[in-house]
């Protein structure tokens, strides 16, 4: 943890601090000025994006650091999206969302070109990483709506269940993306597209539970709405133990994906 | 039908659910134990069950035929299961046993620079699993560091201490802070260094006729020495040749051309500096030779006047901004005796060293000095002393392979981590290397059965998935 002083940390913690802002007055119905500060906090990331561009001299997606920064200034377009051709709310989700993927830009990722051991220079790197984030940022949206499923009632629960849907569609082949786009750089990197490393397996679970989800609301459509969303709820968490756990935790013990510690 | 359908789904959604709930308790065992776990026999049926239930939903769910995007992603999950399994190890022992299989599913392979190998070794890299149907030799062995740029050369010395047999039993090193100007203890003796001069980019100076060279050998012993520098000419008396350097290479490597081989230059892969002769008989007769720095018994034949190439001392050094090495010149006295010597790497190389056999006598005792204590051992010989690079972390390291059936070269590439060579059934991966000295590479070795079907499956499974879930609505919307 380290905070940058520098320009371009400004303009992440403008853009975090104008995010926070917005999901609160999102929640207390102050829209208006909600979405004008969600915006500002979009216009201030995409301006350091561009500023990245230009003091690195090339196009900010070459390290964490910067999918991160990348994946915050999309968040907005993201929500945007999601308004107008989904028909899917949930600013405040958003948001927050947007606040904690700028954390780790912010605070964690150093922003200078690491000298990367030689397993991780690979140009599938960035893509792999870069997936996932986008798909766990869709797939973070859905399990705001699908709380607000067990949260509401009625009409607005419905709603809310159809929203989680067309959220998960969406972020299920990306979710797909990530994990084949791992399979491949394994075999290239590795040996093997699969290890049955920790990582892996929450990552497999996490994916084996949205597609159960889908397969379940094919047959059962909007029928057990709560289940539904207990089902999304569940691969979200297991999204979570993807992201935080399996690189703090020394239970699970080795693995490949243990080189982050 | 419904009702076929509907069990059909419940035993997706139960084998899903088992499946995620296994996957979780993999993830508790760790990487090993999951593995073992998930290949096992009862695994083995279940993987089987979902196979046959990917068949069964065609099947009894028309649409997913007919639909190419829900085809595409049933299609590819049972295509990577089957590939999956038709690569595991358990497949490969059954074809094994079965069929008379000789194919290997996995394993390790350390060759030694310079030789060849083709027996595959188990993890504990005794125990032989089987040998490849063909050879591969390691031509070359060589690692990238990261620059530390700005950042000084170091001094350190190296005194070797030999046993009462007279063999090396230790080596004692240390670094040697040093400032130019300066007269400093060299460690484990009783010698002082000064370094007189540093200069951060600089190039070699010879003294006349003592440039890096071929030297050739003529009948009566006498030695010439041809300097490496295209164009240059000797001429022998006994046997009579006149002998011309036609190309110098910085690192000379050798590819198949035609129905032989011809050298290239293959600068800052290596350390192979070369140079290609002509030899021109009195009759007019031409022929080329190879002086190379390794392996130089390849480039004579016989009859030849032996040759070998030399790397001659530098005597000195100068300023060259195009250089991207440092010279230091340094004194060294000892007990009376004096020496000064450029210390001078070559341009890739990690370090370089010069020997202080000249004032440092052998049998200097270490340390003290002190005779009324006599080591058991010998005390150490001639120290050197190291002039070092300062390396960050390495950036990659790399095995110039060539792959040989019945003697003959089929097949050859540079590996380096992340970029394997494909070939036999196998691929074979750059995995480690001896951290000693650098010229033992450890491969490891992977079979391909069921590759191109994991692939496939994988290429119908997110495209299918992205048809399906993008495509198909966007096509919806424009359609009205």
Known sequence: ?261 | MRRIRTIVMWLVEAGLALLVVLAIVGAFLGAERAKTLFNSLPLMVFWGILGLLLVGGFAVYPCLVKRPAGLAMHLGALLILVGAMWGSDGAHALRADLLGSKKIASGFMGITEGTRENRVLAPDGRTVVGELPFDLALRDFWIDYYEMPGRRWQMAVVAPVYGGDGRLVDRRQTDIAWEVGQAVAVPFTRAEMTVLAYLPHAKATYAEGAAPGVEIAAADGKTVRLPARVGAEVTLDDPPLTIRALRVFACMKVRRAGDGFEPYEAEGEGINPAVELEFEHPDGTRETRLAMALMPEHGRRPGDPAFRYVFPRATGAEADPDSRVPAAQVRVTCDGREMTRWLLPGRDEPYTSIDLAPVVPPREPPGDGDDATPEPMEATLAPELFFVRPMGPIRDYFSDLAVMVGGETVAEKTIEVNDPLHWGGYHLYQSDYDHEAGRYTVLQVVSDSGLLAVWAGMVLLVGGAFWRFWGEPVVGKLRG
């Open chain 1, 1 to 261: 943890m380290a905070i940058k002083v520098t320009i371009l940390g400004l303009f992440i913690y403008a853009a975090m601090g104008l995010y926070g802002l917005a999901a609160i007055l999102f929640v207390v119905r102050v829209r208006r000025v909600a979405w004008v500060l969600y915006g500002a906090g979009c216009a201030v990331a995409a301006a350091g994006w561009a500023y990245r561009w230009v003091d690195a001299g090339h196009v900010p997606l070459q390290n964490l650091f910067e999918v991160f920064l990348t994946l915050g200034a999309l968040m907005f377009p993201i929500t945007l999206f999601g308004r107008r051709l989904l028909k899917v709310g949930g600013e405040a989700g958003d948001a927050v969302l947007g606040l904690v993927i700028l954390v780790p830009a912010g605070l964690v990722f150093s922003a200078e070109p690491k000298m990367l051991p030689p397993a991780l220079q690979s140009w599938l790197f960035v893509p792999h990483v870069a997936a996932y984030m986008l798909a766990y940022v869709v797939m973070g949206k859905a399990a705001f709506q699908a709380f607000s499923v067990l949260l509401r009632s009625g009409e607005q629960r419905l709603r809310a269940e159809r929203d989680t849907h067309v959220v998960v569609r969406l972020g299920f082949p990306l979710l797909t993306l990530g994990l084949v786009l791992g399979a491949v750089w394994g075999k290239i990197a590795w040996g093997d597209y699969w290890n049955w490393d920790p990582k892996e397996l929450w990552s497999l679970a996490a994916w084996l539970v949205f597609l159960g989800y889908l397969h379940f609301r094919y047959v059962y459509g909007k029928r057990y709405p709560r289940a539904n969303a207990a089902i999304v709820l569940l691969g979200a968490g297991l999204i979570l133990v993807t992201l935080l756990w399996v690189n703090l935790a020394r239970i699970f013990a080795g693995g490949l994906h243990s080189y982050a510690t």
